[in-house]
């Protein structure tokens, strides 16, 4: 079974930027769709943004769009999340996700990571 | 983006009772819809999928239905074991959309 493990939280200023990363096991990324997911305090679940292992495509959510970048590195078998601008209301539990379902037009999440935590606060 | 409208925010039942949750979605979806447990300080985990399928492994307690807009998940005899929040999630299209989850708590 594939295995997710993240990295990278931590501890940010407000406006400031932090690079998540997600190393994928027992299985090659390039078959793999991988997402985020983030759950803020006190909040429900949030999708985040989505990386196709297999032809690159990327996909965001509105309020992450322009200041998130999906990234992958197949060779290591890792996806990034490099989060720019970060705002308070980005503070979150990010989940990384691997996608088990399909609608062939989006997916749902069949593995989970055991999250990272980022804090954004001055 | 589809708007989900998961129902109710909280519920408290007691051991051996049936519980149902229910999501609506604010457009048509087919069966494109997951439902997912999380416990506290533990990560999602899926336990139903394409509205009625149920994940290897999950108790057969756990069932899922609908079609369309509307979908339910239903505990048949609630063990304490199940005490969690509880969400489900579209994936008919982008953006993936999850409800506002369901707390269950044993009484």
């Known amino acids: 079974e594939v295995h997710l493990v993240e990295s990278g939280g931590g501890l940010v200023q407000p406006g400031g930027s932090l690079r998540l990363s997600c190393a994928v096991s027992?299985?090659?990324?390039?078959?793999?769709?991988i997402g985020w997911v983030r759950r803020a305090p006190g909040k429900g679940l949030e999708w985040v943004s989505t990386i196709s292992g297999i032809d690159g495509a990327t996909y965001y959510a509105d309020s992450v769009e322009g200041r998130f970048t999906i990234s992958r590195d197949n060779s290591r078998n890792t996806v990034y999340l490099q989060m720019n601008s970060l705002t308070a209301e980005d503070t979150a539990i990010y989940y990384c996700?691997?996608?088990?379902?399909?609608?062939?037009?989006?997916?749902?999440?069949?593995?989970w990571g055991q999250g990272t935590m980022v804090t954004v606060s001055s | 983006d589809i708007q989900m409208t998961q129902s109710p925010s909280t519920l408290s039942a007691s051991v051996g009772d049936r519980v149902t949750i229910t999501c609506r979605t604010s457009?048509?979806?087919?069966?494109?819809l997951a439902w997912y447990q999380q416990k506290p300080g533990k990560a999602p985990k899926v336990l139903i999928y394409e509205s009625s399928t149920l994940e290897s492994a999950v108790p057969s307690r756990f069932s899922g239905s609908g079609s369309g807009t509307e979908f339910t998940l239903t505990i048949s005899s609630l063990q304490p074991d199940d005490s969690a929040t509880y969400y489900c999630q579209q994936y008919n299209a982008y953006n993936p959309t999850f409800g506002g989850g369901t707390k269950v708590e044993i009484k």
């Open positions: 027992r299985s090659s990324l390039s078959t793999l769709i």
């Open positions: 996700t691997k996608e088990g379902y399909t609608s062939a037009r989006c997916g749902a999440f069949d593995i």
């Open positions: 457009q048509s979806i087919s069966k494109w």
